[in-house]
T-cell receptor
Framework: AQSVTQPDIHITVSEGASLELRCNYS??????LFWYVQSPGQGLQLLLK??????LVQGIKGFEAEFKRSQSSFNLRKPSVHWSDAAEYFC???????????FGRGTSLIVHP | DTAVSQTPKYLVTQMGNDKSIKCEQN?????MYWYKQDSKKFLKIMFS???????INETVPNRFSPKSPDKAHLNLHINSLELGDSAVYFC???????????FGPGTRLLVL
């Protein structure tokens, strides 16, 4: 079975600073990887996903993530954070077919002005 | 147009009551899900339906009963509500069980 670890419960950054949110997964084959964002009081929205191909994927809102098989990681990055990026971020791993994606516990991003 | 909608958005009720939450998706997806998100934001899968058939039923009390009248709808009925049922319940849908999920806005349930 697949599993996901998001080691940081909270991350605090200043507006305009760069951001990296960590995600490590456990799965025997090539995984499907997702990052979702949940703004306060809202449902989850897909930021980006990796299924195959180029290991650097671009998403919405200026986010990108890089799949590193050797490190079993799929870290999310943004070069310059905006106050509106303050939200909860979830990494998820799936396997396609009949496997339901497993979600990490989430990382709460706090943005200081 | 709303892709995945849930009603009601807020639900406040007394312990012991029975309540239902409705979910509808207009994306043409064949798989739908119910998740429970606790106060620490942890997302737990409860149920998954594919083409109206139950495919996942995690360890959830049998007071929770999902019903899928058609591919576009997945409702959640909860009997004998308990304090611990207080949470945000999210409906989601996807083309396949491993694919991108589209989430509804959530139903905030508070049991008093």
């Amino acid at each position: 079975a697949q599993s996901v670890t998001q080691p940081d419960i909270h991350i605090t950054v200043s507006e305009g600073a760069s951001l990296e949110l960590r995600c490590n997964y456990s799965y025997g084959a090539t995984p499907y990887l997702f990052w979702y964002v949940q703004s306060p009081g809202q449902g989850l929205q897909l930021l980006l996903k990796y299924f195959s191909g180029d290991t650097l994927v671009q998403g919405i809102k200026g986010f990108e993530a890089e799949f590193k098989r050797s490190q079993s990681s799929f870290n999310l990055r943004k070069p310059s954070v905006h106050w509106s990026d303050a939200a909860e971020y979830f990494c998820a791993v799936g396997a396609g077919g009949s496997y339901i994606p497993t979600f990490g516990r989430g990382t709460s991003l706090i943005v200081h002005p | 147009d709303t892709a995945v909608s849930q009603t009601p958005k807020y639900l406040v009720t007394q312990m012991g009551n029975d309540k239902s939450i409705k979910c509808e998706q207009n994306l043409g997806h064949d798989t739908m899900y119910w998740y429970k998100q606790d106060s620490k934001k942890f997302l737990k899968i409860m149920f998954s339906y594919n083409n109206k058939e139950l495919i996942i039923n995690e360890t959830v009390p049998n007071r929770f009963s999902p019903k899928s009248p058609d591919k576009a709808h997945l409702n959640l009925h909860i009997n004998s509500l308990e304090l611990g049922d207080s949470a945000v319940y999210f409906c989601a849908s996807s083309y396949g069980t491993g694919e991108t999920q589209y989430f509804g806005p959530g139903t905030r349930l508070l049991v008093l």
